[in-house]
């Protein structure tokens, strides 16, 4: 089917191994059912149906079997032929079809492959229906055919974890028939060979009866999704395709599926998680970092051995990575050896290490001590040191004074300048800020702060490391919090100012939690230590605005000793060692004496208009750092928000959301708000001039 030197070679190829057809689906680079592949693969079926090969196997070529549709249709008008009437088209064959899976059969890839009447698949190939992640559900016969193969319980679960499992556990559950061994296509050919040998003919998952009803299955999962996924729509939907399965028979199941799914495709939840995943993508690629050499990272030092110094090691020995860990005197090594020990325990626990290789990294690739001689080999010195600039400096000093030329000095300050710390050295050219996230061996945000100074190798170096460690990074310019804390301290400042207007901590942590944050900001605040906010407060305070506000209820809750579930309260009451915060009249009698008894008036605010103040000020705020130049592109600031400040995936982060609700109504609504409070709420160069050209955030991705 592919003609040497073509220009757009055919996406399948065909050929034959005796009476064998081999179909391989060639579409790199994770082999996605676009529409020209979809045309191809009908065309290459029916080559088989007109020959005179016996039987036909489907594979992939390149790094695996089928990732799935191609999502970036999604949101177009559909082009014929759809995937359920190529899907159909395989199944309906006179003739067997063998699907042969490697590497990963997801989405539509796993539905192909459910329409074909084998499947092998080879050792570790992943397996998995994952569009509830995309706020999508399966619909190319997923939620029809596999229930019909594995009951209805195992399919719902499995269709709403949206996790793949490996071929080994899809084995005994039925969803293939043969696990591969040595190679794919030996494989794929040795199975077939097999089927032709006992004149095995076609047989269809489609054939098989209806999945029993399981009345109690439904009733515990839609209990289950009314507290885990509310607020979401495709669980629901994904539950009524399960039922549909038990209820009607493939033609109508199918149809029924079919209707859910593009009223799926419909909703700006499944924008705002299409909109996530590239982000997730796109953030790492940086036009200027293209054909930068990273520098060789072998060995990691960390300087501090704290909270985020013990999570950075930790994180680095995961990925594989030698670490030495500098600490003040032997007891703080010794803690922070502790510290790390019980990370890697817990990742024992979640089965992301073995335990012979926690005993190893423990043994062999990590040393505590407290001699910064011991970083002379290291290629990369990280310090997370207490938060000043005078202490951070001095231990660049000393780092300076050690590492070997070459080696790159980063910072994981959440605030500091990291043009003045780079200055202070003889090479600010090696120093970057690696701001980690807490805990930093499981958030997923990485900002990687590129100072003035700072050399492209190193942050391509940066980004290199960000990337071993399973993160997201995004690049930073240098301002006072970077990108998320410079955010962070704008949205903070619109729910203090709503609670000056009469608004309860508890009624705002409410609205948010309800438009999908985990929690509000006044729970994190609690359970991060209020005494965190009220150093920055301090920290601040020389430089502070005289027109800002000082929250001096959140002040008088730290001379209180209520610094959050530490203490036991904080802005809430935990009883008795609770994680699970009480709503405190005693917090809302104090928040009152500092609430102005004259203008602007106490006021009511409903949820919308909580949720919308609020994420009026990010937006506000992220436009702010844009134009500033502190982050390069809308995406980044969405990146940020999503892995580092738990914005909830469907909304797609704050400035999709933004073009997703209207530039111009938001404008107004700030410019409303500025009427009583023209200092904080100070609308963005960049938001007038987008609502001025009539155009949207999305425009500045490139
Ligand atoms: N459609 C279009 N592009 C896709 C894609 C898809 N389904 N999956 C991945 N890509 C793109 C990525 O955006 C990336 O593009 P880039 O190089 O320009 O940034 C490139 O392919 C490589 O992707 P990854 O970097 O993610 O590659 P990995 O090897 O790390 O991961 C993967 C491969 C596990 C397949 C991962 O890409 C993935 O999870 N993809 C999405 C899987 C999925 O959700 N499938 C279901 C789709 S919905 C569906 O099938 C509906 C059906 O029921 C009708
Ligand atoms: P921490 O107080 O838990 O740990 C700091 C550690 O540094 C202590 O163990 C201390 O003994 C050690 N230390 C101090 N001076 C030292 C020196 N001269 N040499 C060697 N070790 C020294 O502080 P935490 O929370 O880990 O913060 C560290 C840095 O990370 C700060 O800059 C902070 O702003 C930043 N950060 C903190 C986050 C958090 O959530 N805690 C999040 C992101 C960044």
């Not at 940086?286 to 300087?303: D, H, N, S, T, Y």
């Not at 030698?322 to 803690?335: F, G, I, M, Q, S």
């Not at 944050?517 to 994190?524: I, K, L, R, S, T």
């Not at 982050?631 to 073009?659: E, S, V």
Request: hydrophobic share 45%.
């Amino acid at each position: 089917m592919t003609e040497q030197g073509d220009p757009n070679p055919s996406p399948v190829h065909y050929d034959r191994v005796g009476a064998i057809a081999v179909i391989v689906i060639d579409n790199g680079p994770v082999n996605a059912l676009g529409q020209n592949l979809r045309r191809a693969l009908v065309q290459a079926v029916d080559t088989f149906v007109q020959d005179d090969a016996e039987i036909a196997v489907l594979m992939g070529a390149g790094r695996m079997f089928v990732g799935g549709a191609d999502i970036k249709e999604f949101g177009k008008p559909p082009v014929a032929p759809d995937l359920p009437s190529v899907i159909a088209h395989i199944e309906s064959c006179a003739k067997p079809i063998v699907a042969a899976m490697h590497g990963n059969a997801l989405g539509g890839g796993l539905e192909l492959a459910l329409g074909c009447h084998y499947r092998l698949a080879m050792p570790g190939c992943k397996l998995g229906l994952p569009e509830v992640t995309l706020g999508l559900l399966p619909g190319a016969g997923g939620t029809q055919r596999l229930p019909r193969l594995t009951g209805v319980e195992s399919a719902l679960e499995f269709i709403l974890s949206g996790t793949p499992i490996t071929a080994e556990t899809a084995l005994p559950k039925g969803v293939i028939d043969r696990l591969g061994t040595s190679d794919l296509r030996g494989s794929a050919l040795a199975f077939a060979q097999d089927l032709l040998d006992r004149s095995a003919g076609p047989r269809r998952v489609g054939d098989l009866p209806r999945p029993a009803p399981n009345p109690a299955a439904f009733a515990a999962m839609q209990a289950k999704l009314a507290k885990t996924a509310r607020g979401l729509a495709s669980p629901f939907a994904i539950v009524k395709a399960l039922q549909a399965a038990c209820d009607m028979d493939l033609t109508d199941g199918l149809a029924e599926e079919r209707r859910l799914f593009l009223e799926m495709m419909q909703t700006p939840q499944r924008a705002g998680l299409i909109h996530a995943f590239f982000v997730e993508r796109k953030v790492a690629a940086l036009p200027a970092l293209e054909g930068v050499v990273a520098r060789p990272l072998r060995q990691i030092g960390v300087v501090g051995g704290g909270t985020m110094g013990a999570g950075i090691a930790t994180s680095a020995l995961l990925a594989g990575y030698p670490v030495t860990l500098v600490e003040r005197d032997e007891k703080a090594a010794n803690t922070a050896r502790t510290t790390i020990a019980a990370n890697l325990a817990a990742a024992v626990t979640r089965g992301k290490l073995t335990q012979a290789a926690r005993a190893a990294i423990l043994t062999d690739a990590l040393a505590c001590v407290t001699d910064y001689a011991a970083l002379s080999n290291a290629d990369l010195a990280i310090e997370a040191v207490f938060e000043s600039f005078d202490v951070k400096t001095a231990v660049f000093a000393q780092l300076d004074a050690v590492l070997k030329p070459g080696a790159m000095l980063a910072t994981n300050t959440s605030y500091l300048d990291v043009n003045r710390l780079a200055a202070a050295t003889s090479r600010p050219q090696d120093v970057i800020g690696l701001h980690f996230f807490s805990p930093a061996h499981v958030m997923k945000l990485l900002e990687i702060v590129v100072a003035s100074s700072t050399a492209p190798d190193v942050i391509a170096t940066a980004f290199a490391l960000g990337k071993s460690l399973g993160k997201v990074c995004v690049k930073s310019g240098v301002c006072d919090g970077f990108i998320g804390n410079r955010i962070l301290a704008a949205y903070r400042g619109a729910a203090d100012r709503m609670i000056l207007q009469g608004a309860s901590p508890f009624q705002i942590d409410t609205a948010l939690v309800d438009f999908g944050f985990a929690m509000g900001p006044y729970a994190v605040a609690d359970l991060a230590g209020l005494d965190i906010g009220f150093l920055t407060r301090q920290r601040k305070e020389a430089s502070r605005d005289p027109r800002d506000i000082v929250p001096g209820w959140a002040d008088e809750l730290v001379h209180l000793g209520r610094l959050g579930q530490k203490t036991g309260s904080g802005y809430y009451r935990y009883p008795a060692g609770s994680r699970t915060g009480l709503p405190d009249p005693q917090t809302d009698a104090l928040i009152a004496k500092y609430r102005p008894v004259t203008s602007p008036p106490a006021q009511a605010f409903t949820d919308a208009q909580i949720q919308r103040r609020y994420l009026a000020a990010m937006v506000n705020e992220a436009a702010k750092v844009l134009h500033d130049g502190i982050a390069a592109r809308p995406l980044d600031i969405d990146a940020t928000l999503l892995f580092g400040y738990g914005f909830p995936r469907h909304h797609g982060g704050p400035l999709h959301w933004a073009d997703s609700v209207g530039l111009s109504g938001l404008l107004q609504d700030i410019n409303d708000w500025a009427q009583h409070d023209p200092f904080f709420w100070a609308p963005a160069p960049l938001l007038e001039r987008l609502v001025a050209e009539n155009s949207l955030f999305a425009s500045l991705n490139g």
